[in-house]
């Protein structure tokens, strides 16, 4: 059952157009996370040489300095006044420096050091997150300018994860098809480095013209959206301000949920490629038919998403996909572990991967749809409260708790990998069975731990379609009155 609600201020339906454009962007972000979440440490560590304990420490101090980059962009955001609007100036500059440091990441120094190469990964990383930030918060905080409409933000969502995926996952099979094919040189095609620095280049191109292509395709919106008040902004009342957004009790519960969601998404996303290549023994050009899984989930989420949340909360949603998902994604690694899953030379192996995968995917990326849905709907809440819209420092928040995915993410599966003494550079087969088991032993209670806090957290989550129903009602009562030229309510207050 469909529920229609009437539209105040703001809650307008949007153009196919608007939400293409719109959603392409996510493109950039798309390739640069699964860079950093498939390719990043397998590549520093079996193709550098870095120790794996010491990739998952370096990329895990970059997220903790990237921690102070995220909400101060997201404020600044905030209170940026120009012609072109809040956001836009703030992709259009980011283009380039996105594209440049991410080409360098890829391209380490050869003959330095290993202390060398720490500190060039460390540097280089904090480049790319502090870039990527200054364009993905401002692109991410429109989604909550360009409509208030409760369901139309999970259409126009749908269409960002949609995009992100298709861009991650084209570069994650032209990475394994083309630029990390076997040579003779190399057998394990994920082993040649020169394929990496031809990936990287690729890759920054396309980074570059997503930003181009979104922010020169939404510049028409820029009409249609808010404009901070006339104010003195100084770093005393940003931080102020950023106190005050942090005592939403709505936002830190989804804030919380989403650090161990994300976190258990990037242990996945790094570790991956150990499962693919030791644990199931899959061979490259394998390995990068999962693409094709991983991009029908994609499609499938979009179409289901939106119409899932339509029909029901969007919290009650969430909390019955993220378990769901995470079962498809470890049954099969649980089966092993016990003894119950077919032998890696039985044909049933990869078929039944590429289906679980397909499913695990998909429900995680609808549960990702609705949890950022569910972020833009707290800028409202937030708003009745404080009088101040903040969808950059929202968004910030939830793009910090995203980069967990390749951060935390990362320096998990590092101290998994040097736990368990993982060799470097070993031939598939060739490793100690014993060993790719305690990979399974170690990997799939840490995720139920993830997934299952993640589950829980949401329950403290209150906004309903209703709620923020009235939150609209009650924003757009107090807006009339400020215009009447009379003051406006203790719970509607206006910047």
């Given amino acids: 059952m469909s529920h229609e609600i009437p539209a105040p201020v703001g809650a307008r339906r ?35 040489g870095v120790p794996a304990r010491t990739v ?40 380039i420096p996105v594209a440049v440091s991410y080409l360098l990441i890829w391209n380490p120094p050869t003959g330095w050091s290993q202390t060398g190469q720490v500190v ?6 904090v480049l790319i997150r502090s870039f990527i930030s200054c364009y993905e918060i401002p692109s991410a905080a429109l989604a909550a300018e360009l409509t208030t409409e409760y369901d139309e933000r999970t259409r126009l969502l749908s269409y960002r994860y949609l995009f992100g995926w298709v861009g991650g996952l084209a570069m994650y099979g032209l990475a394994l098809f083309v630029f990390l094919k076997p040579t003779a040189k190399y057998a394990v095609g994920q082993l040649n480095p020169a394929g990496y620095a031809h990936y990287g280049m690729f890759a920054a191109g396309l980074m570059l013209f997503a930003i181009l292509v979104t922010s020169i395709g939404t510049h028409r919106q820029i009409p249609h959206l808010r404009d901070p008040p006339q104010r003195r ?8 301000e950023m106190v005050g957004a942090m005592a939403n009790r709505n936002f830190l519960m989804i804030l919380a949920s989403a650090f161990f969601l994300y976190a258990g998404i990037g242990l996945g996303f790094a570790i991956n490629l150990y499962f693919s290549t030791y644990f199931w023994e899959f061979s490259a050009a394998e390995i990068g038919l999962f693409a094709l899984s991983s991009l029908t989930a994609a499609i499938l989420a979009f179409i289901v998403a939106p119409r899932l949340a339509q029909r029901f909360e969007k919290r009650a949603v969430a909390m019955l996909l993220l378990p769901a998902g995470l079962a498809f994604s470890i049954g099969p690694i649980s089966l092993r572990l016990l003894g119950a899953f077919p032998a890696n030379d039985s044909p049933l192996i990869f078929g039944t991967i590429f289906v679980t995968n397909i499913l695990a995917v998909g429900l995680g990326i609808i549960a990702n749809i609705l949890f950022s849905s569910m972020i833009a709907d707290v800028v409202e809440d937030s708003e009745l409260k404080t009088g101040r819209r903040q969808e ?13 995915t390749t951060g935390f993410g990362i ?50 989550y209150g906004i309903s379609r209703s709620s923020h129903h009235d939150t609209l009602r009650k924003l757009a009562a107090a807006a009339d009155l400020v215009q009447e030229g009379e003051p406006a309510s203790a719970t509607g207050r206006l910047a």
């Avoid at 997220?63 to 102070?68: E, M, S, Y």
């Avoid at 909400?71 to 120009?82: E, F, H, K, M, Y």
């Avoid at 060039?120 to 990383?125: R, S």
Wanted: aromatic share 16%; no cysteine; hydrophobic share 55%.
């Fill in 392 to 404: 950059g420092l929202f968004f910030a928040a939830i793009a910090f708790a995203a980069k967990a």
């Fill in 14 to 48: 949007l153009s196919a157009s608007t939400r293409w454009f719109y959603g392409f962007g996510s493109v950039a972000f798309g390739v640069k996370d699964n860079g950093f979440s498939y390719f990043l440490a397998f590549f520093y560590a079996q193709v550098v």
């Fill in 120 to 125: 060039y990964l460390v540097a280089v990383a």
């Fill in 233 to 240: 902004v100084t770093l005393g009342r940003l931080a102020r």
């Fill in 56 to 95: 998952g420490f370096a990329i895990m101090l970059a997220l903790v300095i990237d921690a102070f980059v995220d909400p101060l962009v997201g404020q600044l955001s905030d209170n940026t006044r120009s012609r072109w609007g809040r956001r836009h100036p703030w992709m259009y500059a980011a283009a």
């Fill in 411 to 460: 320096f998990a599966s590092g101290l998994i990998i040097s736990s368990i003494h993982f060799p470097v550079g070993v031939k598939p087969g060739a490793i100690d069975p014993a060993i790719v088991h305690a990979l399974g032993q170690v990997y799939v209670p840490t995720q139920i731990v993830l997934y299952g806090t993640a589950t829980l957290l949401l329950l403290g």
